[in-house]
């Protein structure tokens, strides 16, 4: 998969006003540190006052049906500022995404160059790439939380598959088994104790599949992707004001979501940071995450599955792991790279968290269900 070039910026400028942007554009400049999409921010002078934009490319080697993701992301935003409405919530449009459609009323615009879609910029509020506190934890969590309580009620269809398996671990498992057989790149030296790392945890993938399988674990809508840079955190408060890149919401367990929080939400270090000693799961912010999350999905969520909430920390760990070693012996195609060995370093920082959460883990199970026990009682 080749990466896409940026287009230049008179490109950019001209995609822009393929949308219904009010104001007179000033400059479109590449934004943020996703691994997916390409995103920029057009600034605009509306009128006079400065306003911003988000104008972002959909990554089509990854989502290979971008009307079936732009039709999930219109039923999802609808819904949420639907609730939020309802619920008479302040500042309502800057909590759900928003959005702008193209000149023709289209949800997205279909290039040469790409799959284009463009969102209102949510102001005065910022992602962030490594956790802080663990308030920002509990923040994050709750917005996640809340996301999914609000799309519990998403009338059917279901959602599209927008990418079929995406969380299916024991596929995650197999595609890695085959990288390794294959090594198209000769690179499975290097990663021989990763390699190793991960074959020994073959017993652990399809617990949580299984579990749904049987009929324990119940499907809901759910993000996919929560990592901490999807969730914006207010400037001022500090409070999750909006969850973002919902290329991938569609029926899901809350583990998938649970667990990439806890990933992302109770490291306080980076995703590729190479100090490993450095790289663990912090129980301060662990407890504050459970809170924030547990308090947000009161009012949802089944004994049965808060029992897996500790556990899936660990899998989705895993999982992610495994996904940048798989990338890794494939020769970097997925996920975006900035440097050699970017996705081994990747790997080693979500082993080493697997590891953290597996020292912690019955810490963590038995402050679950002390944390459960609290927010129903706070929710009667
Ligand atoms: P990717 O799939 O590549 O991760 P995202 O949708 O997460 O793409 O966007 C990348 C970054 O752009 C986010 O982490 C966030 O910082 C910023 N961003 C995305 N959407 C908005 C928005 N509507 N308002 C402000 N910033 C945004
Ligand atoms: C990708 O899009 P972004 O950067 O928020 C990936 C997630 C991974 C994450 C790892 C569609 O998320 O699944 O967990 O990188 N998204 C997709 O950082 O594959
Ligand atoms: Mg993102």
Redesign the pocket.
């Known amino acids: 998969m080749a990466r896409r070039p940026t287009p230049p910026p008179e490109r950019l400028r001209e995609l822009a006003a393929g949308f219904r942007i009010h104001g007179d554009v000033l400059g479109v400049e590449p934004y943020g540190s996703?691994?997916?999409?390409d995103t920029f921010c057009v600034r605009v002078e509306q009128a006079g006052a400065p306003l911003r934009y988000v104008l972002q490319r959909l990554n089509t080697d990854?989502f290979r049906d971008p009307a079936a993701v732009m039709a999930n992301i219109a039923r999802v935003t609808e819904h949420l500022a639907a609730q939020l409405r309802r619920e008479g919530v302040r500042d309502a449009s800057r909590r759900a995404l928003t959005l702008v459609p193209a000149r023709d009323g289209a949800l997205w615009r279909n290039e040469p160059d790409g799959a284009w879609r463009c969102y209102l910029f949510i102001e005065r509020a910022r992602t962030w790439d490594a956790i802080e506190s663990p308030a920002q934890a509990a923040a994050a969590a709750r917005a996640f939380a809340e996301f999914q309580r609000r799309l519990a009620d998403l009338p059917p269809p279901p959602l599209a598959d927008t990418?079929p398996g995406?969380h299916d671990t024991p596929r995650r498992f197999f595609a890695l088994q085959a990288a390794i057989q294959a090594d198209p790149h000769r690179r499975a030296a290097e990663a021989a104790p990763e390699i190793e790392f991960a074959r020994a945890r073959a017993q652990i993938v399809d617990r949580l599949e299984r579990a749904r399988a049987e009929g324990r674990l119940p499907l809901r809508v759910t993000h996919n992707?929560t990592?901490l840079?999807?969730v914006m955190l207010d400037d001022a408060t500090g409070e999750g004001v909006c969850v973002i890149?919902l290329?991938?919401v569609m029926p899901g367990l809350v583990h998938y979501d649970f667990g990439?929080m806890c990933r992302t939400a109770t490291r306080p270090t980076p995703?590729d940071e190479t100090d490993l000693a450095r790289v663990r799961m912090r129980r301060d912010m662990y407890e504050a995450l459970v809170r924030g999350y547990l308090e947000g999905g009161a009012g949802f969520l089944t004994d049965a599955e808060v029992e897996l909430l500790a556990f899936s920390a660990r899998l989705i760990t895993f999982e992610?792991g495994i996904?940048f070693l798989t990338d890794f012996l494939e020769g970097d195609a997925?996920?975006k790279t900035r440097r050699p060995g970017h996705n081994l370093d990747r790997c080693r920082v979500q082993f080493a968290m697997v590891r953290s959460f597996e020292e912690n883990e019955d810490w963590m199970q038995q402050m679950t269900r002390e944390a459960w026990v609290r927010a129903r009682e706070a929710h009667r």
Do not use: L, Q, S, V
């Open positions: 996703g691994h997916i999409n990854i990418i995406f992707d990592k840079n999807n890149d290329d991938t990439d995703e992610i996904r997925y996920f």
